[in-house]
């Protein structure tokens, strides 16, 4: 039998475990506050008998990420890992630094298989969905890497967050919890290419966090050339998902919308997002496309993307253009995985 995924546990979980140990109750939360504050072994935990420790080290492992490559900007600071995991897969995370602290980019899959013309993460597919345990390791070691705390999170980084929903909504149970990391959910976004089923179950969880669609295209037949996901679920499903998210929850949504030049950049598209996002309380952001080295599509000008952001304004789409941090180090994810893919195969080609 494996050993168990102890940092994924949650609080009920980890009693029910010490009392099959025959433990008290209150191991529980200590050993929940060793793990969330950043304990590596189970040696560390010096408040828990020995004899305890022994059992936990037969009985599990303590979830955790090594720095493969590290990318410091020298433009502002912003910090790029290549981690690697326990069984030798690599993903990515970004580490952000704003006026109002550190926010984290997490990865939650190596790969994605979802598909999208434009994105790095997804060209090789899916290999394995995270644990709540590996995102949450991501933040720690970028916490104890730079010697600092993170106040924000976006599940952005590689991967369809709910693609593998129970992980990743385990995850924001964890990393929100009082006696853990405890990162307000208002503090964290979730963006998803718009898998509608995900959408409607995390309304049913109701949580505060930002829900983010990458929206990309106001038309189906544009959208399902950039996004797949979209011939299963088109526009119109996506947007009726939306409302029925914000009816629940509350909640403003945000929509990313990477500019491509000549592909959406366009004023038609610019009154299709109008139109299509009319009655939501939203917000739109801009992104200027990260052109990747596998595919050969090129980011609007600055010009241009200034015009689309002023026109969607000037009709009462709040917009902003999103600022782009590290762009020195290739800060689009999936870039560094493939990278060191590329390398080992050329290794093993030798
Ligand atoms: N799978 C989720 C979250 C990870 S992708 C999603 O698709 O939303 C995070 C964001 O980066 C998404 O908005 C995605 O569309 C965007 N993105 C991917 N590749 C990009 C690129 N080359 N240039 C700009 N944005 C990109
Ligand atoms: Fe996956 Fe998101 Fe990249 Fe699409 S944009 S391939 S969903 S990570």
Redesign the pocket.
């Known amino acids: 039998m494996g050993l168990i995924d102890i940092k994924s546990m949650t609080t009920e979980e980890l009693t029910a475990l010490m009392g099959e140990f025959g433990q008290p109750k209150f191991r529980a939360k200590q050993i929940f506050s060793w793990l969330h504050g950043g304990a590596d072994s189970f040696d560390e935990m010096t408040n828990l008998p020995i004899s305890l420790r022994e059992k936990l080290k037969e009985e599990c492992y303590i979830a955790c990420v090594e720095i493969e490559r590290k990318l410091v900007s020298a433009l502002d600071g912003t910090v790029k890992y290549l981690y690697r995991l326990h069984d030798g897969e690599y993903i990515e995370s970004v580490l952000m630094s704003y006026n109002h602290g550190y926010t984290v980019c997490i990865s939650t899959q190596v790969g ?1 298989r ?1 598909g ?1 013309s ?4 997804g060209l090789s597919g899916k290999v394995r969905d995270l644990t709540a345990s590996e995102m949450l390791a991501q933040i720690k070691m970028a916490e104890k890497d730079n010697g600092i705390r993170v106040s924000n999170v976006v ?7 709910l693609d593998n929903f129970e992980n990743s909504v385990r995850f924001l149970r964890l990393v929100s919890h009082d006696d853990g990391m405890n990162i307000g959910l208002r503090h964290i976004s979730l ?3 718009g898998v509608v089923s995900g959408i409607e179950r995390l309304a049913e969880e109701n949580m505060p966090i930002t829900l ?1 669609i ?1 929206l ?1 295209a106001p038309f189906d037949d544009m959208r399902s050339k950039m996004m797949p996901v979209n011939k299963k679920w088109n526009v119109a499903a996506l947007i009726a998902a939306c409302k029925k998210y914000q009816s629940v929850t509350g909640r403003r949504i945000s929509f ?1 919308y ?1 500019m491509i030049k000549d592909v959406n950049d366009s004023r038609e598209c610019a009154d299709g997002l109008v139109k299509l996002l009319r009655g939501i309380m939203c917000h739109v952001n801009l ?1 200027p ?4 080295v596998e595919n050969n599509f090129k980011r609007s000008d600055d010009k241009n993307v200034n015009n689309f952001c002023e026109y969607l304004n000037s009709k009462g789409v709040n917009t902003t253009i999103r600022r782009t941090l590290g762009a020195d180090i290739d800060a ?3 870039q560094l995985r493939n990278q060191k893919k590329r390398r080992d195969d050329n290794e093993n080609c030798k």
């Not at 496309?289 to 990747?292: E, I, Q, R, S, T």
Request: glycine share 10%; net charge negative.
């Open positions: 994605c979802m999208c434009f994105c790095a993460s599940m952005m980084g590689m991967g369809e967050p963006s998803t290419s983010s990458s990309h990313e990477a992104i496309a990260n052109p990747v689009s994810c999936g």
